[in-house]
């Protein structure tokens, strides 16, 4: 059985472009949530999203950050007009339910320019 | 508002010592408490849970942790450390059931 699955894996952008990061969850898991490491800090929440569905949204800055999950294919976390301050890197985890332990995907290490 | 605090930034100590890293939560309803690790330039692995039952929890490496409720604390530890365990580690508890709150991280460094 895969793991939850990210890509890309690094990601380089100059700012004021957009990033685009994916998120697989692991099979048989409709619960995704989404997390950013800034540097020398530890994991923040910023959004969490079922099938079609965002649950909870209170970690997301409130400009230029979007997330979707679609009915088919996987999670994207969107970033419009990228700064500097966005560099980070982004976790996905999932689960099969909400109370259920999250896993986590390899990250998107995001370096803005 | 709840938060999750790891006492420790830094722990050095010398292979094959034991360590403690230290995790207190605030939250006063029912919690759902984790430890994840990071290998350098890696996702989170889970490391060890508590839901319920027993407060003392075991990882397949060794480690384990003590949930203890008066004093709100969740300490990882491990009676002798591998140059492996090299990591940091996150302590986490739920919010909602859903979203995970992390402390701060504890960069556990082992020396030959």
């Known amino acids: 059985n895969a793991g939850v699955m990210q890509n890309p894996r690094h990601l380089v952008r100059r700012r004021g472009q957009e990033a685009r990061l994916r998120c697989s969850p692991m099979?048989?898991?409709?619960?995704v949530y989404w997390y950013r490491q800034l540097p020398e800090e530890g994991l923040k929440f910023m959004v969490y999203?079922?099938?079609?569905?965002?649950?909870?949204e209170s970690g997301m800055p409130k400009e230029r950050f979007s997330a979707e999950f679609p009915k088919e294919g996987p999670s994207i976390l969107r970033i419009q007009q990228v700064v500097r301050g966005d560099s980070a890197a982004y976790f996905c985890?999932?689960?099969?339910?909400?109370?259920?332990?999250?896993?986590f995907g390899p990250g998107t290490r995001l370096l803005v320019l | 508002a709840q938060s999750v605090t790891q006492l420790d930034s830094q722990v050095p100590v010398f292979e094959e010592a034991p360590v403690e890293l230290r995790c207190n939560y605030s939250?006063?309803?029912?919690?759902?408490l984790f430890w994840y690790v990071q290998y350098p330039n890696q996702g989170l692995q889970l490391l060890l849970k508590?839901?319920?039952?027993?407060?003392l929890v075991k990882s397949i490496n060794g480690f384990e942790a003590e949930f203890n409720k008066s004093q709100t604390s969740f300490h990882l530890r491990k009676p002798s450390v591998h140059i492996s365990d090299t990591a940091e580690y996150f302590c986490?508890?739920?919010?909602?059931?859903?979203?995970?709150?992390f402390g701060q991280g504890t960069r556990l460094t082992i020396n030959p």
């Open positions: 985890a999932s689960s099969p339910l909400p109370q259920e332990t999250q896993y």
């Open positions: 099979k048989g898991h409709s619960h």
């Open positions: 999203l079922q099938k079609e569905n965002i649950i909870d």
């Open positions: 939250s006063s309803v029912s919690v759902y």
């Open positions: 508590y839901l319920s039952g027993s407060t």
């Open positions: 986490a508890d739920t919010q909602g059931a859903q979203k995970l709150v």
